[in-house]
T-cell receptor, first 113, second 114 residues
Framework: AQTVTQSQPEMSVQEAETVTLSCTYD???????LFWYKQPPSRQMILVIR??????QNATENRFSVNFQKAAKSFSLKISDSQLGDAAMYFC??????????FGSGTKLNVKP | KAGVTQTPRYLIKTRGQQVTLSCSPI?????VSWYQQTPGQGLQFLFE???????NKGNFPGRFSGRQFSNSRSEMNVSTLELGDSALYLC?????????????FGSGTQLSVL
């Protein structure tokens, strides 16, 4: 069965510093996709970054990058130069079959000024 | 371009009642999926519709059902409500529902069952 685990319920980072959020997953599939979504207080989930499992190169989107370790089934999110607007819940997600995604329980990120 | 619209935003029901939630996807999007979000549980997949057909279903009891109309709008229904059904219900749309597509989420319907 596919499962996604986020072991850090809450994290804090100083503004302008770097923070890494952890995610591990379990699957027997070889071709799949991994995502990080952000959920601000408005409750609307927003895609942060996406990684295809068949690509060895780690995805990057401006200040956001991932460390994808396929063999270890690990998919961490690094946020550089943290900003106050980055404060939110972050969810790691795994998908392989027509929009049926498995989400982790989330990590609440606090950004201190 | 309007985003994904979910109505109502908040809903209070009592045990045993039934409820219908509505989701209007982004114009041109034909895939609509539903998720239940509870504190500490993350999001759990309910079902996904494409062109009025349910393509995928999560592990929820038969009290949870849904449908999609020809204009891609979708509704989900929960019958015989239980206290444990209290949650934020999120709807997401994408163009055709391919796994690599970006999902666009609505702001959800917060359901409270008393």
């Amino acid at each position: 069965a596919q499962t996604v685990t986020q072991s850090q319920p809450e994290m804090s980072v100083q503004e302008a510093e770097t923070v890494t959020l952890s995610c591990t997953y379990d699957t027997s599939e070889s071709d799949y996709y991994l995502f990080w979504y952000k959920q601000p207080p408005s409750r609307q989930m927003i895609l942060v970054i996406r990684q295809e499992a068949y690509k060895q190169q780690n995805a990057t989107e401006n200040r956001f990058s991932v460390n994808f370790q396929k063999a270890a089934k690990s998919f961490s999110l690094k946020i550089s130069d943290s900003q106050l607007g980055d404060a939110a819940m972050y969810f790691c997600a795994y998908g392989y079959n027509f929009n049926k995604f498995y989400f982790g329980s989330g990590t609440k990120l606090n950004v201190k000024p | 371009k309007a985003g994904v619209t979910q109505t109502p935003r908040y809903l209070i029901k009592t045990r045993g009642q039934q409820v219908t939630l509505s989701c209007s996807p982004i114009s041109g999007h034909r895939s609509v999926s539903w998720y239940q979000q509870t504190p500490g549980q993350g999001l759990q997949f309910l079902f996904e519709y494409f062109s009025e057909t349910q393509r995928n279903k999560g592990n929820f009891p038969g009290r949870f059902s849904g449908r999609q109309f020809s204009n891609s709008r979708s509704e989900m229904n929960v019958s015989t409500l239980e206290l444990g059904d209290s949650a934020l219900y999120l709807c997401a749309s994408s163009r055709v529902g391919e796994t690599n597509e970006k999902l666009f989420f609505g702001s959800g319907t917060q359901l409270s069952v008393l």
